[in-house]
């Protein structure tokens, strides 16, 4: 076999050791930097490998944390909505929660239902125009207008039908379940 000292490459000369780089030798076996190129590479491996095994288990760990956390935060969440609930329910203030548009009631509670001789199932889901508790629908309107522009309203004597003849006291819109609904509290 002959030994090449320069090949033509479109035209050009080219070296021998350029063919070297690309893993030829003139005589058919592998360059010896392709063997030590190969070599590095096993070792970017082996190091890619472990460096990837370490954040995998740092990766894993974080999201076993994640996943505590999350269920301390839903077990706190839980607590507060217990709390809530309770103090909601056994409030002895008269506490409504009604759409602002529509005035259904979403929720009331205990002292609300007990002042006015309702049970939970005949009002829940039904408007309170409809059932009767404003006196005045005009109120209703003024309350709902100034809700708007003004955010609250505080010791606004409204008039709704009652046994005992209460009136609200304050009424603040707050969001829940993404409908704006109104906090009424007598």
Known sequence: MRKLDSLTV?????LVPALAILG???DGSRSPTIVAIEGLLAIFRVIALV???RSLRRAVAANAEICLLNALVREKLSGAN???EKTFRWSPAMIAIAGLE???AVDINNAWLESLGYRREEVIGRSMIELGFWVEHAERKTAVERL??????RNLEVRYRTKTGQYFHAIEPIELDGKEVVFAVA
């Not at 708007?148 to 309203?153: D, L, Q």
Request: zero cysteines.
């Open 24 to 26: 030829l030798v003139a």
């Open 82 to 84: 217990d709390r809530f």
């Open 102 to 104: 529509d005035s259904v």
């Open 148 to 153: 708007r522009v003004e955010g609250s309203i």
């Open 51 to 53: 460096y990837l095994s």
């Open 10 to 14: 479109v035209g050009r000369p080219a």
